[in-house]
Structure formats: structure tokens, C-alpha cells
């Protein structure tokens, strides 16, 4: 198994690398294209709704098809996708191209999500999603260093298909490896059965669960779209100094999760759910507080560190909450309504501002936090007292 999770964290990288290539590239593209500037954005939810919709759909394929099988399938399809990408004749075909990348995104996190929540420690969780930072991190500096040698976007996108595709490679040479990852047929370690989307949702808590899910990713997407901008309306930042920060809130998130991994030896998953959102609290009251502009800074950093933990250890906690036999079903919704979280609450924080101004910023914060930390402590209670029913 120590060969397989190699890959594994080799695929959270790869996972990664294009999640943050649009937004680098978007600039030269734009030129190249004659694009309007809100296409980008157009863009990035035709990926997300594609992610959202294979991550619900993730438990109907896997009831099928082994892990290893859907992981080669959904990487080779981002790697197509990012190759068309290389190749689009305008920005338009980006959208057609831009629904495989969804589609392949979506599909192998919620299957890699699931394998490693049966099948590893929760420290391996955490570590996974901290290369995930890792991969979000190197697809902008490759984007960068091809623009700045003047090989162009083009050749940025070119190289990450590249690394796509020995990852797709290596995958199929080691298919034998994922013998355990059958999510919907009875093994020996999980037992797993298919349940529908409608069962999974009329499960006992499983809408708390997702709406923990929901406002977990509109914390964290919000923060960190939204922390430039703050910080020069109300704090005179300028966009240099203001993005440096938002560089840091993400590599709060990076940092956190390695730090997490560590922690989650000796802590319980369910506790560092619970502490990483307090420390969410108490970086939104620093952002909120009449402070100076370093307690701002502060709290943002706090946010990052703070959610580090939270999405992989209420991750690696599903099969606990609901039984390893359905837990595919289960992770596949937490990652759609993740998704949809993720793609909605920024969006409405932006129609806000116009009316009631940029100050509105840590207040939306708080306010998705405290329903993040309230329907976690409320499914957590549930849950224990269901387990303590049954001993």
C-alpha cells in the first residue's frame, strides 16, 4: 500500500496543478482573445458545474466501476481537456473543453476523497489536501515561467497536459494496486453498497453534514477572493501588498493542513473540526474589530489556518458518521454541495458590496462560519448520541 499512496499523493498534486491555471493565464488569454474581462468568470463556474455535477454522480459510477479505473478515466480526461485548452482556436471552444475539466475534476476527488477516508489514517488526509496546495501552487509558477520565457499561456497549459498525462500512465500501469478501492461492491474491508443520491440525502443528518460542507467552502472561497479587495477599500492597501496577503491566507491553508496532519495523531478528527472553526471565529472578530489593518491581516491568516483542517477531517469522518458500506454516496454530495458553496457565496458577497459597501466583508464571514461551526457541533452531538445508544 505505501507504493499506492505515493500515487495518491502524486493525483492530489496533479489535482491541483489546474484548479489555479485559468486565473494566471486569464490575462494573456484575454489579450490573445480580445476577450470581455467577465468571461473568465464564465469560464470558472462551466468548470465548477461540471465538478458539481460528477461529484453527485460519483456514487452511481463508483457502484460500477472500481476507484483505480474511474481515477485513470477522470485524469485522462482533464488531461485532454487542458491539451484542447493548449490548442483552442478561440475563447469560446474553452467553454466546450471546460466541461471534460469539470467533469474529470469532480470525479476523481470525490473518489480519492472516499478511498483514502476508508482506507488511510487521518493524518494522510490532511497531507493529501496540503499537496493539493502544493499543486495549486506550481500551476501558476508554471503558467508564469512560460509567459516569461515567452513560450506563452498556450505552452503553460501544454506542460501541465504533459504531467496529466504520465500521471494517467502511471495510473494504468498500477490499476492492480487499487484492488480494494471497489466502492460499490461488497469487499472485505468495507462492505460498500450503492445507495441512490435521494437515499443518501434522507439519511439521519445528512443535511447537516452537507450543510457544514456548504458554508465550510463559502468560508474559505470568500476569504480568499474577497481579501484584496477588503484590505485596499478600508485599509489603503495597495494591490501589491493587498494580493501578498491573500497569497498568505492560502498559504495558511498549505501550512495548516501539514501542521494538521501532525496534530491529528494524538487529536480525534471530530475535535480538530471543532478547533479549526473557532480559530475561524476569532480571525473574522479580528477582521471585524475597529483594529488596525494588522489585526485585519492577522485574521485573515487566522481564517486560512484555521479551515486548514476542517474539510479533510470532516472528510475522513463520513464513514464513521454514515457506515464505510455507503460512504461513497455521502462524499460525493459533501464535495457537490462543497462545490456549490464554493461557486454561489462569493458571487453573493459581490452583488452585496454595491449596496451596502466592502465593510460587509467580515460580517459575511462570521455569519457563514457560525452556521459552519453550528451545524457541525449539532451533527457531532447527533452523532454521539446515536453511537452512545448503540454501545
Keep these: ?25 486569464w490575462p494573456a488569454m484575454r489579450a490573445g482573445f480580445d476577450a470581455p474581462v467577465a468571461v473568465a468568470g464564465y469560464l470558472s463556474m462551466t468548470i465548477c458545474a461540471g465538478t458539481i455535477v460528477s461529484s453527485f454522480l460519483s456514487g452511481r459510477i463508483l457502484a460500477r466501476y472500481k476507484t483505480g ?24 471552444s474553452m467553454f466546450l473543453l471546460a466541461i471534460p475539466l469539470g467533469l474529470g475534476a469532480g470525479s476523481v476527488d470525490a473518489s480519492l476523497n472516499n478511498f483514502v477516508a476508508l482506507h488511510y489514517e487521518s493524518r494522510h488526509m490532511n497531507w493529501l489536501h496540503c499537496f493539493w496546495g502544493i499543486g495549486a501552487t506550481i500551476g501558476p509558477m508554471i503558467m508564469a515561467l512560460n509567459i516569461d520565457t515567452g513560450s506563452g499561456w498556450r505552452a503553460g497549459y501544454l506542460t501541465v497536459a504533459i504531467i496529466q498525462s504520465i500521471l494517467v500512465i502511471v495510473l494504468f500501469s498500477t490499476l492492480g494496486l487499487w484492488k480494494n478501492g471497489t466502492a ?19 439519511l439521519p443528518n445528512a443535511k447537516l453534514a452537507m450543510l457544514g460542507f456548504i458554508f465550510f467552502s463559502a468560508t474559505e472561497t470568500t476569504t480568499g477572493l474577497w481579501a484584496s ?59 471585524l474589530l475597529p483594529l488596525s489593518a494588522g489585526f485585519a491581516v492577522a485574521g485573515i491568516i487566522m481564517i486560512g489556518l484555521g479551515t486548514a483542517p476542517v474539510f479533510p477531517a470532516m472528510l475522513h469522518e463520513t464513514p464513521n458518521r454514515f457506515g464505510k458500506d455507503i460512504s461513497q454516496a455521502l462524499v460525493g454530495i459533501e464535495m457537490g454541495t462543497a462545490y456549490i458553496g464554493a461557486l454561489i457565496a462569493p458571487m453573493l458577497l459581490g452583488q452585496l458590496v454595491p449596496l451596502a459597501g ?34
Design 358 to 391: 466592502m465593510g460587509l466583508y467580515p460580517y459575511f464571514l462570521l455569519v457563514c462560519i457560525l452556521i459552519m461551526l453550528s451545524s457541525s457541533e449539532l451533527l457531532q452531538h447527533r452523532i454521539s448520541k446515536q453511537h452512545q445508544s448503540v454501545n
Design 229 to 287: 479587495s477588503y484590505l485596499s477599500v478600508c485599509h489603503g492597501f495597495t494591490e501589491a501588498a493587498a494580493a501578498t496577503v491573500a497569497s498568505c491566507f492560502y498559504g495558511g491553508i498549505t501550512a495548516g493542513r501539514l501542521i494538521a496532519g501532525f496534530v491529528s495523531i494524538k487529536v480525534k478528527s471530530s475535535d480538530l473540526i471543532r478547533w479549526g472553526q473557532l480559530i475561524c471565529v476569532a480571525g473574522a472578530l479580528l477582521i
Design 1 to 25: 500500500m505505501t507504493v499506492l499512496l505515493i500515487i495518491i499523493y502524486a493525483a492530489f498534486i496533479s489535482l491541483g496543478l489546474p484548479d489555479s491555471l485559468l486565473g494566471s493565464a
Design 69 to 92: 479505473a474511474v481515477t485513470v478515466v477522470s485524469v485522462a480526461m482533464t488531461a485532454a481537456a487542458l491539451f484542447g485548452f493548449s490548442l483552442a482556436p478561440s475563447v469560446w
Design 184 to 202: 460499490g461492491r461488497p469487499t472485505e474491508n468495507t462492505g460498500a453498497r450503492f445507495i441512490s443520491n435521494r437515499q443518501a440525502i434522507g
